[in-house]
Every structure is written in C-alpha cells, then in structure tokens.
C-alpha cells in the first residue's frame, strides 16, 4: 500500500515514473530490499531488470523473480539503482551485457544510485569517473581505480550519483530518496511505518569500532574475492 | 559466505541445523530478509516454508519463491520464524492451514520467533498464550486480545519465545539471535559485514517520536486492516 504518491502528484500519476534496480545471481538480497521497501511507499513502478525474467539465487540463497529484461526497461528513469554482493561484483564488471545496459540507462536517469559494492558496478562501468562516492567498507579505496573519489561516509551525493555503504545502509539511502523525491513528512512517515528506530545490539556496524577480532574475521572470510576485484576494475579502466 | 558456523561447531555440523521461515502472498519482503541475512551467516539449513512450492508475490511485489513445503518441513528446528505484513496478517490467521503448520512445528522449535505483526500470526495460533511479547507499534494492543502481554520494546524474549517490533526491528533481532546462537564475537562480525551502523535521516522511527502528522499518515492508512485485525483475533481466540 504506497502511503504517498511521488511528488509530482499534482502533475503526474506517479506510476508513470519507472525505478529500474538491478537484480542478478549472488547479489545481496538486503541491499536490494530497503530500498525497494522506501520507494514502494512512493507508489512509482519499480522494475527488477535483469536479462531475462528467469527467477535469480541471491547470495543467502533466496530466489527472486525479476519483473523486466533489459530490452523491456523503459529509457527514461527516475531511478537507476545497482544493489551489492558479496559474491558475483566482480561477475557483473566483466559481463558486457550488463555494462552496456547501466550505460545506456545511466545517459538519460535522473538519479544514477547504488548500495554496497553496487558503487563498484556502477564505477566498473566508469559511471563514476570524478564522482565522490561510498561502497561497502571493505572495497570503498578500489573506486580510485576507476576514477571516482571515495567518501568514508553511509551516504554520498555528487550531482546526480548518490551511493550508500554496505548492505543496511540502503535503508538510511533509501529514506533520503522518498525525502527528496516527496519531502520529509512523506520521509518521517515511511520512516514510522517501517518503525527504523534502530538499537543494535553492538557499536560493531563499522571497522572503526568494532573489536579488531571482528574486523579479522570479515576480512579473512572476504580477503580472496576482495583482492579479485582490483584486477577486475583494473580490466574494467582499460576500457573506459 | 557463511561467516561463522553456530555454536555447536564442535558437535554438529551446523547445515544439519533447520530454521524455517513463514513465506506467504502479501507478506513484507524486509521483515524476512533482515533476519535471514543475519541467519545465513550461520551456515544452518534456512527453508522458506509454505504450502506449495509456487512463487509469492510479497506486499511491495518482489516475486520469492519458497524452498520447503509445509509438509516436507522438518519438525526438529533450531528457529522457527514468522515476518509481518501490511496486508494479508488477518489473512494468515485465518487460513487453517498455517495455524496447523505454526502449532505442530512450534511444539517442538528451540525458538518460536517474529517480527512486526509475525506476531499476530503466533498470537491467532494460539502460541503467545501468557508470553511477554511486542508486535508492529499500530497493532501491538492487539496481542492482548490472544492472552499475550504486550510489550513497547523493539525485542522481547519471554522464555524461548522471541518477537520483534516492526520491520526494520529484524536486523536487531537478528544479529541478537546470532549472539544467542554463536556468542558476541561472531554476532559482531555479522554486524560489521553488513555494515549496521544506522543513519536514520530523522528521528521518527517510533510513535513517541514521529511527528503527529507522519503518525497520522501511517494511521490513516492501515486503519481498516487495523480495525479488521481486531475483529479476526477475537474469532481466533474463540478456537483456542
């Protein structure tokens, strides 16, 4: 049930504006779904794209079934948004397909947006060549390869780039999204209906203050697919 | 990537391990998915549960498809989970068939759980009866009509009944769960893999903090459901 219409509501049915997020195999469901959870309140359309609408296995292994191929996408968006993974971001840098579609939507969207590792994505397909923006904290130094000028910050806005840190910080991004799109009261009221008055149970969201054991372990799980994706970007540069 | 394995590491493989996770048509796609990120750093064997096999279309519609059906779930479980929705919770306490599955796989599971009006659904079938126990804030009260004893915080546990409030509660809940299950260290890991450092961009993520008009949005909007779901627990109650 969309709360509140987009904000050209006395101009434009809102479901005449078209949200594309990407979605493919491996990637984080939660980077997706915060996001999509805050612009649903908007009441625009939101498409899944993906190369064909054959159902996709996330990286905690739930399947989803995408809404629109890339043929069927319409050109002209509000919203282009890349989601993260913490398995195939180096798989979509190196699938030309994939890399022509964000191009060729990126020319004409309003807002050209990630989370997580999806600000690599968008940078492998050199969308963020003098851009300031974030990524997930364990891969946010590899956007100097191609380009762009990494921000230690949850949420970055550079003109029309705006990118989001790892995975729960789409929700933080997604919030300021329905803000800018509806103003704040739409905002603070999606903001009660999903009740994200958060209380972690540790101040460990962040290598800097997590226990430095944590940090260890993260890293050692992520180490192989990390250093990886450096000679992927660095591919990637070589064709920009 | 499962990043650590439960705490029975030593003695049990942890994939041996069953947690199943309600998915129903209608259901709010977040409420599942904190939690299951947070669950699959576990490495135990998550099932999304339903009737059938077929694809759900969730409340904001992205399509998931289920991986165990009621009868192929094992009846030994570690967790066994419920997520809320905005549109179809009277629905779910309405339909035998659930409240059988919940009450059969509830005798057994280590940890009966939800989140946001997940809740509702335990309470319809009859499995809060004297529990401590919170829900989504615009329905919370509710739980008293089945002999719950409604509480305004964000995670409850009342012996091996654990609930969650709304939505966005579940990343809470589900990194205290892993702690639960595999100790501080690796509940912090989780923590600083999915970046939980949270930003929220206004402080309205709660009724006693919203501004009254964004309470009122929220209100104006679920006010029938609301007012529906009274009449349905009350019907359920009647079956106890």
Same mark, same amino acid.
């Given at each position: 049930?969309?709360?509140?219409?987009?904000?050209?509501?006395?101009?434009?049915?809102?479901?005449?504006?078209?949200?594309?997020?990407?979605?493919?195999?491996?990637?984080?469901?939660?980077?997706?779904?915060?996001?999509?959870?805050?612009?649903?309140?908007?009441?625009?359309?939101?498409?899944?794209?993906?190369?064909?609408?054959?159902?996709?296995?996330?990286?905690?292994?739930?399947?989803?079934?995408?809404?629109?191929?890339?043929?069927?996408?319409?050109?002209?968006?509000?919203?282009?948004?890349?989601?993260?993974?913490?398995?195939? !971001?180096?798989?979509?840098?190196?699938? &030309?397909?994939?890399?022509? #579609?964000?191009?060729?939507?990126?020319? %004409? +969207?309003?807002? $050209?947006?990630?989370?997580?590792?999806?600000?690599?994505?968008?940078?492998?397909?050199?969308?963020?060549?003098?851009?300031?923006?974030?990524?997930?904290?364990?891969?946010?130094?590899?956007?100097?390869?191609?380009?762009?000028?990494?921000?230690?910050?949850?949420?970055?806005?550079?003109?029309?780039?705006?990118?989001?840190?790892?995975?729960?910080?789409?929700?933080?991004?997604?919030?300021?999204?329905?803000?800018?799109?509806?103003?704040?009261?739409?905002?603070?009221? !999606?903001?009660?209906?999903?009740?994200? &008055?958060?209380?972690?149970? #540790?101040?460990?969201?962040?290598?800097? %203050? +997590?226990?430095? $054991?944590?940090?260890?372990?993260?890293?050692?799980?992520?180490?192989?697919?990390?250093?990886?994706?450096?000679?992927?970007?660095?591919?990637?540069?070589?064709?920009?």
């Amino acid at each position: 049930v969309p709360i509140a219409p987009a904000q050209d509501l006395f101009f434009t049915d809102p479901s005449t504006q078209h949200v594309a997020m990407l979605v493919y195999p491996g990637m984080t469901l939660l980077d997706l779904v915060g996001p999509h959870t805050c612009f649903a309140a908007l009441g625009m359309t939101l498409h899944l794209v993906w190369k064909t609408l054959d159902p996709i296995v996330t990286d905690s292994g739930v399947t989803i079934t995408p809404t629109t191929s890339f043929a069927d996408c319409p050109q002209e968006l509000e919203i282009l948004f890349v989601g993260g993974s913490s398995k195939t !971001t180096s798989a979509m840098v190196q699938d &030309a397909q994939t890399m022509q #579609f964000l191009r060729s939507r990126a020319q %004409t +969207a309003k807002l $050209v947006t990630s989370v997580c590792t999806g600000s690599i994505i968008l940078g492998g397909a050199g969308l963020l060549q003098g851009y300031r923006a974030t990524s997930h904290w364990t891969v946010r130094d590899q956007l100097r390869i191609v380009g762009a000028i990494p921000v230690d910050a949850r949420y970055v806005q550079d003109r029309n780039r705006i990118t989001g840190a790892g995975v729960t910080s789409g929700i933080d991004f997604g919030l300021r999204i329905v803000e800018k799109l509806s103003g704040r009261t739409i905002a603070e009221s !999606t903001q009660l209906a999903i009740e994200y &008055a958060p209380d972690p149970p #540790f101040n460990a969201g962040s290598p800097d %203050t +997590a226990p430095w $054991v944590a940090t260890g372990i993260v890293l050692a799980a992520w180490l192989p697919q990390v250093e990886e994706g450096k000679k992927v970007l660095e591919q990637a540069r070589a064709n920009f």
